[in-house]
Protein backbone atom coordinates (compact mmCIF):
# COMPACT_ATOMS: atom_id res chain seq x y z
CA UNK A 1 0.00 0.00 0.00
CA UNK A 2 1.51 3.29 -1.05
CA UNK A 3 0.69 6.46 0.59
CA UNK A 4 -0.61 7.89 -2.79
CA UNK A 5 -3.55 5.00 -2.85
CA UNK A 6 -4.70 6.32 0.31
CA UNK A 7 -8.28 8.70 -0.24
CA UNK A 8 -8.06 12.27 0.76
CA UNK A 9 -11.43 11.58 2.75
CA UNK A 10 -9.59 9.39 5.77
CA UNK A 11 -7.43 12.22 6.28
CA UNK A 12 -10.30 14.35 7.18
CA UNK A 13 -10.63 16.22 10.67
CA UNK A 14 -11.28 14.02 13.55
CA UNK A 15 -8.55 10.88 12.91
CA UNK A 16 -5.83 10.21 11.41
CA UNK A 17 -5.22 7.53 9.17
CA UNK A 18 -2.41 5.06 10.89
CA UNK A 19 0.95 4.98 9.49
CA UNK A 20 0.38 1.12 9.22
CA UNK A 21 -1.62 2.14 6.32
CA UNK A 22 0.93 3.88 4.49
CA UNK A 23 3.98 2.00 5.37
CA UNK A 24 4.01 -0.39 7.33
CA UNK A 25 4.51 -0.53 11.08
CA UNK A 26 2.45 0.17 13.80
CA UNK A 27 1.18 3.78 14.32
CA UNK A 28 3.05 6.22 16.42
CA UNK A 29 3.24 9.04 18.73
CA UNK A 30 3.69 11.26 15.27
CA UNK A 31 0.61 9.74 14.18
CA UNK A 32 -1.49 11.73 16.83
CA UNK A 33 -4.31 13.57 15.62
CA UNK A 34 -5.60 16.22 18.03
CA UNK A 35 -7.82 15.07 20.47
CA UNK A 36 -11.69 16.05 19.43
CA UNK A 37 -14.16 17.64 21.41
CA UNK A 38 -17.77 16.78 21.24
CA UNK A 39 -20.13 18.87 23.12
CA UNK A 40 -22.03 16.99 26.20
CA UNK A 41 -19.11 14.78 25.70
CA UNK A 42 -15.97 15.47 27.63
CA UNK A 43 -13.99 12.31 26.56
CA UNK A 44 -13.92 11.41 22.86
CA UNK A 45 -10.98 9.82 22.59
CA UNK A 46 -8.86 11.50 19.57
CA UNK A 47 -6.55 8.38 19.11
CA UNK A 48 -6.02 4.97 20.48
CA UNK A 49 -3.58 6.05 23.12
CA UNK A 50 -6.97 8.27 24.47
CA UNK A 51 -9.41 5.24 24.70
CA UNK A 52 -8.66 4.25 28.33
CA UNK A 53 -9.36 7.77 29.14
CA UNK A 54 -12.71 7.30 27.42
CA UNK A 55 -13.95 4.41 29.26
CA UNK A 56 -12.33 5.57 32.91
CA UNK A 57 -14.40 8.44 32.53
CA UNK A 58 -17.43 7.08 31.73
CA UNK A 59 -16.73 4.97 35.03
CA UNK A 60 -15.94 1.72 33.32
CA UNK A 61 -13.87 -0.86 33.73
CA UNK A 62 -12.93 -1.44 30.19
CA UNK A 63 -14.94 -1.96 26.81
CA UNK A 64 -17.05 -4.96 25.55
CA UNK A 65 -16.69 -5.43 21.83
CA UNK A 66 -18.92 -7.91 20.30
CA UNK A 67 -17.73 -7.75 16.29
CA UNK A 68 -13.79 -8.23 16.53
CA UNK A 69 -12.59 -10.95 13.61
CA UNK A 70 -9.62 -12.90 13.97
CA UNK A 71 -8.71 -15.82 11.22
CA UNK A 72 -6.34 -18.27 10.48
CA UNK A 73 -3.35 -16.22 9.55
CA UNK A 74 -3.44 -17.11 5.62
CA UNK A 75 -7.52 -16.88 5.15
CA UNK A 76 -6.47 -13.54 7.30
CA UNK A 77 -4.10 -12.54 5.07
CA UNK A 78 -6.82 -13.69 1.33
CA UNK A 79 -9.33 -11.44 3.06
CA UNK A 80 -7.15 -8.50 3.41
CA UNK A 81 -6.46 -8.86 -0.41
CA UNK A 82 -9.66 -8.99 -0.96
CA UNK A 83 -10.02 -5.29 0.63
CA UNK A 84 -7.00 -4.29 -1.21
CA UNK A 85 -8.55 -5.32 -4.71
CA UNK A 86 -11.79 -3.09 -3.64
CA UNK A 87 -13.43 -6.53 -4.75
CA UNK A 88 -17.24 -6.70 -5.78
CA UNK A 89 -18.36 -7.70 -2.20
CA UNK A 90 -16.35 -4.61 -0.69
CA UNK A 91 -17.55 -2.33 -3.42
CA UNK A 92 -15.36 0.76 -2.69
CA UNK A 93 -11.18 1.75 -1.72
CA UNK A 94 -10.77 0.00 1.68
CA UNK A 95 -7.26 0.06 3.90
CA UNK A 96 -6.43 -1.74 6.59
CA UNK A 97 -5.59 0.13 9.51
CA UNK A 98 -4.10 -3.14 11.60
CA UNK A 99 -2.78 -5.70 9.12
CA UNK A 100 -0.17 -6.74 11.96
CA UNK A 101 0.21 -9.96 13.40
CA UNK A 102 -1.96 -11.92 15.46
CA UNK A 103 0.14 -10.92 18.94
CA UNK A 104 0.00 -7.52 18.20
CA UNK A 105 -3.76 -7.40 17.85
CA UNK A 106 -4.22 -8.69 20.69
CA UNK A 107 -2.11 -6.47 22.78
CA UNK A 108 -3.72 -4.10 20.77
CA UNK A 109 -7.15 -4.76 22.16
CA UNK A 110 -5.62 -5.47 25.62
CA UNK A 111 -4.01 -1.87 25.42
CA UNK A 112 -7.31 -0.02 24.13
CA UNK A 113 -8.88 -2.12 27.14
CA UNK A 114 -10.94 -4.02 25.65
CA UNK A 115 -11.78 -6.50 28.07
CA UNK A 116 -13.72 -9.19 26.29
CA UNK A 117 -13.93 -9.34 22.16
CA UNK A 118 -15.48 -11.91 19.98
CA UNK A 119 -13.10 -14.13 16.92
CA UNK A 120 -15.81 -14.02 14.63
CA UNK A 121 -15.20 -15.94 11.19
CA UNK A 122 -17.59 -17.37 8.78
CA UNK A 123 -17.51 -19.64 5.77
CA UNK A 124 -18.37 -18.36 1.89
CA UNK A 125 -18.47 -22.14 0.75
CA UNK A 126 -19.32 -25.83 2.62
CA UNK A 127 -16.98 -27.49 4.60
CA UNK A 128 -15.15 -24.97 5.89
CA UNK A 129 -17.29 -24.28 9.01
CA UNK A 130 -16.40 -27.05 11.16
CA UNK A 131 -12.39 -26.40 10.64
CA UNK A 132 -12.83 -22.64 11.24
CA UNK A 133 -14.74 -23.35 14.39
CA UNK A 134 -11.56 -25.66 15.51
CA UNK A 135 -9.40 -22.86 15.36
CA UNK A 136 -11.45 -19.87 16.57
CA UNK A 137 -12.14 -22.25 19.40
CA UNK A 138 -8.63 -23.06 20.57
CA UNK A 139 -7.70 -18.61 19.85
CA UNK A 140 -10.18 -18.22 22.30
CA UNK A 141 -8.98 -20.77 24.52
CA UNK A 142 -5.03 -19.00 24.53
CA UNK A 143 -6.28 -15.81 24.38
CA UNK A 144 -7.56 -13.61 28.00
CA UNK A 145 -10.67 -11.72 26.94
CA UNK A 146 -11.53 -13.89 23.89
CA UNK A 147 -15.48 -15.03 23.74
CA UNK A 148 -15.34 -18.56 22.12
CA UNK A 149 -16.69 -17.99 18.60
CA UNK A 150 -17.99 -20.08 15.93
CA UNK A 151 -20.32 -20.19 12.73
CA UNK A 152 -21.82 -22.57 10.64
CA UNK A 153 -23.22 -23.10 6.65
CA UNK A 154 -25.94 -25.24 4.93
CA UNK A 155 -24.48 -28.04 4.78
CA UNK A 156 -25.08 -31.79 5.61
CA UNK A 157 -23.77 -32.12 8.92
CA UNK A 158 -24.19 -28.84 10.42
CA UNK A 159 -26.30 -29.56 13.22
CA UNK A 160 -23.74 -32.33 14.49
CA UNK A 161 -20.95 -29.48 14.14
CA UNK A 162 -23.25 -26.61 15.36
CA UNK A 163 -23.82 -29.03 18.62
CA UNK A 164 -20.11 -29.93 18.94
CA UNK A 165 -18.91 -26.02 19.09
CA UNK A 166 -21.58 -25.55 21.79
CA UNK A 167 -20.45 -28.79 23.70
CA UNK A 168 -16.91 -26.91 23.56
CA UNK A 169 -17.86 -23.78 24.97
CA UNK A 170 -18.93 -21.44 22.10
CA UNK A 171 -20.56 -18.63 23.18
CA UNK A 172 -21.24 -16.83 20.39
CA UNK A 173 -21.78 -17.45 16.57
CA UNK A 174 -21.52 -15.45 13.15
CA UNK A 175 -23.33 -15.72 9.95
CA UNK A 176 -22.34 -13.53 7.06
CA UNK A 177 -25.21 -13.43 4.28
CA UNK A 178 -23.52 -11.26 1.96
CA UNK A 179 -20.44 -13.50 2.03
CA UNK A 180 -21.95 -16.31 2.66
CA UNK A 181 -24.75 -16.39 -0.09
CA UNK A 182 -27.26 -18.24 1.48
CA UNK A 183 -30.64 -18.39 2.66
CA UNK A 184 -30.96 -18.59 6.28
CA UNK A 185 -34.01 -19.94 5.42
CA UNK A 186 -32.32 -23.11 4.03
CA UNK A 187 -33.88 -26.36 5.42
CA UNK A 188 -30.79 -27.84 7.22
CA UNK A 189 -30.14 -24.62 9.30
CA UNK A 190 -33.80 -25.55 10.57
CA UNK A 191 -32.59 -27.27 13.44
CA UNK A 192 -29.93 -25.26 13.99
CA UNK A 193 -31.86 -21.83 14.68
CA UNK A 194 -33.91 -24.06 16.92
CA UNK A 195 -31.54 -25.44 18.81
CA UNK A 196 -30.13 -21.81 19.39
CA UNK A 197 -32.91 -20.44 20.08
CA UNK A 198 -33.18 -22.53 22.98
CA UNK A 199 -29.79 -21.85 24.45
CA UNK A 200 -30.44 -18.59 24.12
CA UNK A 201 -27.18 -18.03 22.47
CA UNK A 202 -26.14 -15.21 20.38
CA UNK A 203 -25.30 -14.77 16.42
CA UNK A 204 -23.83 -12.45 15.04
CA UNK A 205 -25.60 -12.17 11.36
CA UNK A 206 -24.31 -9.61 8.71
CA UNK A 207 -28.42 -9.08 7.16
CA UNK A 208 -28.29 -5.70 6.21
CA UNK A 209 -27.13 -4.58 2.26
CA UNK A 210 -24.07 -2.52 3.32
CA UNK A 211 -21.52 -2.16 2.33
CA UNK A 212 -22.94 -3.81 -1.45
CA UNK A 213 -26.76 -5.70 -1.48
CA UNK A 214 -26.76 -9.42 -2.10
CA UNK A 215 -29.42 -11.81 -2.36
CA UNK A 216 -29.97 -12.76 0.85
CA UNK A 217 -29.51 -9.74 2.87
CA UNK A 218 -31.91 -7.32 3.77
CA UNK A 219 -34.47 -7.27 6.67
CA UNK A 220 -36.95 -10.22 4.85
CA UNK A 221 -34.53 -13.29 5.00
CA UNK A 222 -33.42 -12.42 8.71
CA UNK A 223 -37.28 -11.10 9.36
CA UNK A 224 -38.30 -14.37 8.14
CA UNK A 225 -36.10 -16.31 10.54
CA UNK A 226 -37.36 -14.91 13.09
CA UNK A 227 -40.78 -14.90 12.36
CA UNK A 228 -40.27 -18.61 12.80
CA UNK A 229 -38.19 -18.57 16.02
CA UNK A 230 -38.40 -15.49 17.31
CA UNK A 231 -37.07 -16.29 20.77
CA UNK A 232 -33.42 -16.16 18.62
CA UNK A 233 -30.79 -13.46 20.14
CA UNK A 234 -29.42 -12.44 16.75
CA UNK A 235 -27.92 -9.46 16.41
CA UNK A 236 -27.95 -7.68 13.84
CA UNK A 237 -24.61 -6.16 12.76
CA UNK A 238 -23.25 -2.71 11.35
CA UNK A 239 -26.55 -1.48 12.96
CA UNK A 240 -28.07 -2.86 9.77
CA UNK A 241 -26.91 -0.57 7.50
CA UNK A 242 -28.28 0.81 4.62
CA UNK A 243 -31.94 -0.87 6.18
CA UNK A 244 -31.39 1.35 9.72
CA UNK A 245 -35.44 1.56 10.41
CA UNK A 246 -36.49 -1.82 8.92
CA UNK A 247 -33.67 -3.61 11.26
CA UNK A 248 -34.48 -1.37 14.10
CA UNK A 249 -38.22 -2.58 13.69
CA UNK A 250 -36.98 -6.35 14.49
CA UNK A 251 -35.10 -5.55 17.35
CA UNK A 252 -38.23 -3.51 18.94
CA UNK A 253 -40.30 -6.50 18.08
CA UNK A 254 -38.19 -9.42 19.30
CA UNK A 255 -37.72 -9.73 22.47
CA UNK A 256 -34.45 -11.39 21.68
CA UNK A 257 -32.88 -9.24 18.60
CA UNK A 258 -30.08 -6.68 19.29
CA UNK A 259 -27.89 -4.74 17.26
CA UNK A 260 -24.23 -3.99 16.79
CA UNK A 261 -22.93 -0.63 16.24
CA UNK A 262 -19.93 -2.09 13.92
CA UNK A 263 -18.70 0.76 11.55
CA UNK A 264 -22.38 2.56 11.99
CA UNK A 265 -21.84 6.67 12.71
CA UNK A 266 -18.05 6.56 11.65
CA UNK A 267 -16.93 9.02 8.89
CA UNK A 268 -16.20 6.03 6.51
CA UNK A 269 -19.89 5.41 6.60
CA UNK A 270 -21.63 8.63 7.06
CA UNK A 271 -19.53 10.70 4.79
CA UNK A 272 -18.36 8.97 1.94
CA UNK A 273 -19.30 6.40 -0.56
CA UNK A 274 -20.45 3.21 1.07
CA UNK A 275 -22.85 1.59 -1.24
CA UNK A 276 -22.55 3.88 -3.98
CA UNK A 277 -23.94 6.96 -1.80
CA UNK A 278 -23.48 6.94 1.96
CA UNK A 279 -25.54 5.14 3.93
CA UNK A 280 -26.07 8.28 6.85
CA UNK A 281 -28.00 7.40 10.14
CA UNK A 282 -31.25 9.34 9.31
CA UNK A 283 -31.57 11.92 12.46
CA UNK A 284 -35.19 10.85 12.66
CA UNK A 285 -33.83 7.42 14.41
CA UNK A 286 -32.21 8.69 17.00
CA UNK A 287 -34.57 8.49 19.78
CA UNK A 288 -35.26 4.75 18.64
CA UNK A 289 -31.30 4.00 18.84
CA UNK A 290 -30.91 5.67 22.38
CA UNK A 291 -34.07 4.06 23.17
CA UNK A 292 -32.99 0.84 22.35
CA UNK A 293 -29.51 1.26 23.91
CA UNK A 294 -30.84 2.09 27.32
CA UNK A 295 -33.35 -0.97 26.78
CA UNK A 296 -29.93 -3.60 26.35
CA UNK A 297 -30.05 -3.93 22.83
CA UNK A 298 -26.99 -1.59 20.94
CA UNK A 299 -23.91 -3.07 21.59
CA UNK A 300 -20.41 -1.84 20.36
CA UNK A 301 -18.86 -3.29 18.01
CA UNK A 302 -15.97 -2.41 15.71
CA UNK A 303 -14.70 -4.85 13.08
CA UNK A 304 -11.33 -4.47 14.34
CA UNK A 305 -8.46 -5.26 12.46
CA UNK A 306 -10.45 -4.70 8.97
CA UNK A 307 -11.25 -1.16 9.37
CA UNK A 308 -9.70 1.88 7.38
CA UNK A 309 -9.61 3.86 10.52
CA UNK A 310 -7.89 4.05 14.02
CA UNK A 311 -10.27 2.24 16.56
CA UNK A 312 -10.99 5.31 18.14
CA UNK A 313 -13.01 6.59 15.41
CA UNK A 314 -15.45 4.04 16.26
CA UNK A 315 -16.31 5.58 19.81
CA UNK A 316 -16.41 8.89 18.78
CA UNK A 317 -18.87 8.29 16.15
CA UNK A 318 -20.80 6.85 18.92
CA UNK A 319 -19.54 9.94 21.71
CA UNK A 320 -20.91 12.56 18.95
CA UNK A 321 -24.28 11.45 18.40
CA UNK A 322 -24.67 12.84 22.06
CA UNK A 323 -27.11 10.81 23.60
CA UNK A 324 -25.99 10.63 26.72
CA UNK A 325 -23.31 9.07 29.15
CA UNK A 326 -25.57 6.18 30.55
CA UNK A 327 -26.18 5.61 26.59
CA UNK A 328 -22.38 5.09 26.21
CA UNK A 329 -22.09 3.24 29.11
CA UNK A 330 -25.05 0.86 28.15
CA UNK A 331 -23.56 0.58 24.75
CA UNK A 332 -19.71 0.02 25.67
CA UNK A 333 -19.72 -2.46 28.09
CA UNK A 334 -23.40 -3.27 29.82
CA UNK A 335 -25.22 -4.45 26.89
CA UNK A 336 -22.32 -6.81 25.47
CA UNK A 337 -21.59 -8.06 28.85
CA UNK A 338 -24.80 -9.31 29.66
CA UNK A 339 -25.29 -10.90 25.95
CA UNK A 340 -22.57 -13.22 26.48
ZN1 LIG B 1 -17.26 -7.83 10.46
Known sequence: MTARSIPDWLKSPGYRVPRSCCRGGRPTRADRADPVQYQGVSAAPGTDGEVPTFWRQLGLPGLVDVHVHFLPERMQRRVWARFDLAGPLVGRSWPIAYRWSEAERVAHLEQLGVRRFTALAYAHQSRMAADLNDWTL????????????????????VLGYVRHALDRGARIFKLH??????????????????????????????AGSGPVPAEHTGPGPIGAVLARHPRLA?????????????????????????????????????????????????????????????????????????????????????????????WLRAVCWDNGQRLC
Open 138 to 157: DFAARTPGCLPSATFYPEPG
Open 177 to 206: LQVGAFDPLDPRLDEVWALLADRGTPIVVH
Open 234 to 326: VVIAHLGMPEYAEFLDLAERYQRVALDTTMAFTDFVELVDFIGPAAPFPRALRGRLRDLGLAGKVMLGSDFPNIPYPYAHQLQALARLELGDD
